[in-house]
């Protein structure tokens, strides 16, 4: 099986990025059509060595998904090396990442909504000074770029 090493990244590594983690995980799983090998991380530093926000816990917890035994990090530049793909929630963390890309990094650094033409301007809305309600539609947005980017890259 093909194997493809994937870093989801947000701002604080603790809402949308663990999530599209642990929803591209298990969905992978599913369809047994690629091996990932993920992780998460953040453009800022707020809360490196915290556990997700428990309304990401919970909002996956509720389909069966467990992200709680992840840790925020920040991204480094190693990650570009180290990653075929890395996924930015949105255009805000799509330029800090691109500040900071290597010119011979590896990893094709894109808009994880790009994969999903339902999604608004391809960004996944962030949700922490929302209610649980938004972290639904985190989830659900999160669900549906999952599987059209796994579509892609077993196409590729
Ligand atoms: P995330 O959400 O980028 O999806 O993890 C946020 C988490 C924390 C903050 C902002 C967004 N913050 O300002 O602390």
Not at 14 to 19: D, G, H, T, V
Not at 73 to 82: C, E, P
């Amino acid at each position: 099986m093909k194997t493809v090493r994937v870093l989801t990244v947000c701002l604080g590594n603790i809402c949308r990025s663990p999530a599209a983690q642990g929803i591209l995980q298990a969905a992978a799983e599913k369809t047994k059509t690629v091996e990932l090998f993920l992780d998460s991380a953040g453009t800022a530093a707020y809360h490196v060595g915290n556990p997700p926000d428990s309304r990401s816990i919970q909002a996956l917890q509720d389909i069966g998904i467990n992200i709680a035994a992840q840790k925020a990090r920040k991204v480094s530049t190693q990650d570009f090396y180290d990653n075929d793909w890395i996924l930015a929630m949105d255009q805000q963390n799509l330029s800090d990442l691109q500040a900071i890309q290597p010119s011979d990094g590896r990893a094709n650094v894109v808009m994880f909504g790009d994969f999903s033409p339902n999604v608004n301007f391809g960004e996944v809305a962030d949700p922490y000074y929302g209610k649980d309600k938004e972290f639904v539609v985190m989830r659900e947005q999160l669900q549906r770029i999952s599987h059209a980017f796994l579509e892609h890259i077993a196409n590729e």
